[in-house]
């Protein structure tokens, strides 16, 4: 499971963001998500840490805390709602199989 990590700074990176949550333990991956088309950060990511224990030590002390100018959002991360496909069946079109008198 992982940590989202909310109102971030335009300003973080990967290394300043992993600092921070290191003081509560092993930080296994660091996540900066960018706008496609702009590529500038979201001002959000997602924090791995090596334990449950850890992830629960860095929320506890860093929701609603102070940094970079902002108060951070910090709580266990929720699984990404799946948002179906852009197509699927749309029965009714295409075909070409009606009959037809062939002489």
């Known amino acids: 499971m992982s940590i989202y990590v909310g109102n971030l700074s335009y300003e973080v990176t990967q290394d300043t963001l992993s600092a921070v949550f290191a ?21 959000f990511g ?27 959002k910090v709580n266990k991360a929720k699984p990404r709602e799946d948002r179906g496909s852009s197509g699927g ?9 009606g009959s037809r008198n062939r002489y």
């Open 89 to 97: 069946n749309r029965g009714g079109y295409g075909g070409g199989g």
């Open 23 to 43: 003081e509560y333990g092993t930080v296994r991956r660091v996540q900066l998500p960018t706008d496609r088309e702009t590529g500038q950060l979201r001002g």
């Open 46 to 72: 997602f924090v791995e840490m090596g334990t449950e224990a850890e992830e629960a030590a860095a929320i506890e002390a860093l929701d609603g805390a102070e940094w970079m100018g902002r108060d951070l």
